[in-house]
């Protein structure tokens, strides 16, 4: 059982932070229960970019607290599930890899004002979203993604059943947005 406080184990390749009471193993070494833990894997010292790997039980905001400590160049893994919050890059060239569009579902609920991707700081197409599903966004504008002077990519998400108030159901650009959908 790991204790309260982030602890660090070196393996030959990555550090792995665990940040919640579980069980730290790898892949030579499987635990013999199985429990979630929020994991942070970062490489080894020398830098370079990082792998957060995160998954619904994690907590309501668990892709949330993850993007302050992220850096331009990391990557986040979304586990499949369906998690409730907007993901706000921050300006920050991220990579948010879900497990498949049928898996990974970024569900806003119907609730007011709650668009599911937010990019409204200049995002460039170094921000990318890949293998999810957006789907219940209701906002005034961008049901279910907001782009303001942003240009993420998207790359197998697909948008369902998003709305508005006023414009964009599924999102809404301005001030020269330009997304790239493949």
Do not use: W
């Given at each position: 059982?790991?204790?309260a406080?982030?602890?660090?184990v070196?393996?030959?390749?990555?550090t792995?932070?665990?940040?919640c009471?579980?069980?730290a193993?790898?892949?030579s070494?499987p635990?013999?229960?199985?429990?979630m833990?929020?994991a942070?894997?970062?490489?080894?010292?020398?830098?370079g970019?990082?792998?957060?790997?995160?998954?619904?039980?994690?907590?309501?905001?668990i892709i949330?607290?993850?993007?302050?400590?992220?850096?331009?160049g990391?990557?986040?893994m979304?586990?499949?599930?369906?998690?409730?919050e907007?993901?706000?890059?921050?300006?920050?060239a991220?990579?948010f890899?879900?497990?498949?569009?049928?898996?990974?579902?970024?569900?806003?609920?119907w609730a007011n004002?709650?668009?599911?991707i937010?990019?409204?700081?200049?995002?460039?197409d170094?921000?990318t979203?890949?293998?999810?599903?957006?789907?219940?966004?209701?906002?005034?504008r961008?049901?279910?993604?907001?782009l303001?002077?942003?240009?993420?990519?998207?790359?197998?998400?697909?948008f369902i059943?998003n709305?508005s108030?006023?414009?964009?159901?599924?999102?809404?650009?301005?001030?020269?947005?330009?997304?790239?959908f493949?």
């Open positions: 059982s790991l204790p406080q982030p602890i660090s070196k393996t030959s390749r990555i792995f932070f665990a940040m009471c579980g069980m193993t790898t892949a070494h635990p013999a229960r199985t429990t833990v929020t942070f894997l970062t490489p080894a010292r020398g830098g970019p990082t792998t957060h790997f995160v998954g619904p039980d994690d907590g309501p905001t949330a607290e993850t993007i302050p400590i992220a850096n331009s990391d990557t986040i979304l586990a499949a599930g369906t998690y409730l907007t993901i706000n890059p921050m300006g920050k991220i990579q890899v879900g497990a498949g569009p049928s898996l990974t579902i970024l569900d806003g609920m004002e709650n668009q599911r937010r990019c409204v700081v200049g995002e460039t170094g921000t979203f890949s293998d999810l599903t957006v789907t219940g966004g209701y906002a005034t961008g049901g279910g993604a907001v303001r002077s942003s240009s993420p990519v998207f790359n197998n998400v697909e059943d709305d108030t006023h414009s964009g159901g599924a999102f809404y650009m301005s001030n020269g947005a330009q997304p790239v493949t």
